[in-house]
Structure formats: structure tokens, C-alpha cells
């Protein structure tokens, strides 16, 4: 029982992360920052940071990383836009209208492949 209780608490926070999508653009410059780790023979190895970690770190260290539009889509349609100020370049527009897009058609992607499992056909 408890494989099929771990299988149902993996399907609610998937459904969970299906809920809303939201979307981060930003501009700048992100430092390389690296992570020093022991290796197996006792030498240090240089590890790379996850991109998230990156990010992370610029946030709270650079100056020049800017946050330059969000948008939060929910499930229901409603959804929460937030622009800079001023100029807001037309290659910026781009690359967060095609990160929406991708996400949008990843998610209907993934509803249809749940829809299949559970048997509903587009259009029920």
C-alpha cells in the first residue's frame, strides 16, 4: 500500500505544479560560480552550480541582474502580468512569450497524457 500511497502524493504535487505557471525573465550577467567538493581520492573538484543556484546567487550578489517581466498564469485562466518601467525591448518580449508558449504547450501535453491514462478523450 504504501507504493500506490507514494504514486498518489507524486500525482497531487505534479497536478499541484500544474495549477499555475509562472514565468521569469530577467537581463544581465550571471557570474560562473562554482562549488569546491572533495573527491573520492581526497582532492578538491570543482562542481557546477545547478542554474537555479546561479541564479540564486546573482540575485542576492549582483547588481546587474534585472528582473524584467513576469507573468503567472493559474489553471483557470486568470493570470498576473508584471512589466518594468520604461523601455521593454522587443527581444526581451520575445524570449518571455516564447518561454509562456513552451510552458503552455508542455502543460497541455502533459494533461493530455493523464487524460489518456485515466481514459478521457479530447473534447469529454
Known amino acids: 500500500m504504501a507504493g500506490l500511497k507514494g504514486a498518489l502524493e507524486k500525482l497531487e504535487t505534479a497536478v499541484g505544479d500544474l495549477a499555475s ?6 537581463s544581465g550577467a550571471i557570474e560562473l560560480y562554482l562549488d569546491e567538493v572533495d ?5 578538491k573538484k570543482t562542481k ?18 534585472q528582473l524584467r517581466a513576469v507573468t503567472k498564469m493559474m489553471f483557470d485562466g486568470d493570470a498576473i502580468n ?8 522587443g527581444d526581451i518580449e520575445k524570449v518571455h512569450t ?3 508558449k513552451a510552458g503552455i504547450d508542455t502543460r497541455h501535453g502533459l ?10 478523450k ?3
Open 122 to 124: 479530447p473534447g469529454q
Open 48 to 65: 557546477m552550480k545547478s542554474f537555479e543556484a546561479l541564479l540564486a546567487d546573482a540575485r542576492s550578489k549582483d547588481k546587474n541582474l
Open 21 to 26: 505557471l509562472e514565468v521569469q525573465t530577467y
Open 39 to 43: 573527491a573520492e581520492d581526497g582532492t
Open 111 to 120: 494533461l493530455a497524457l493523464f487524460g489518456g491514462m485515466v481514459g478521457l
Open 82 to 89: 508584471l512589466v518594468p518601467d520604461g523601455e521593454f525591448s
Open 98 to 100: 516564447a518561454a509562456l
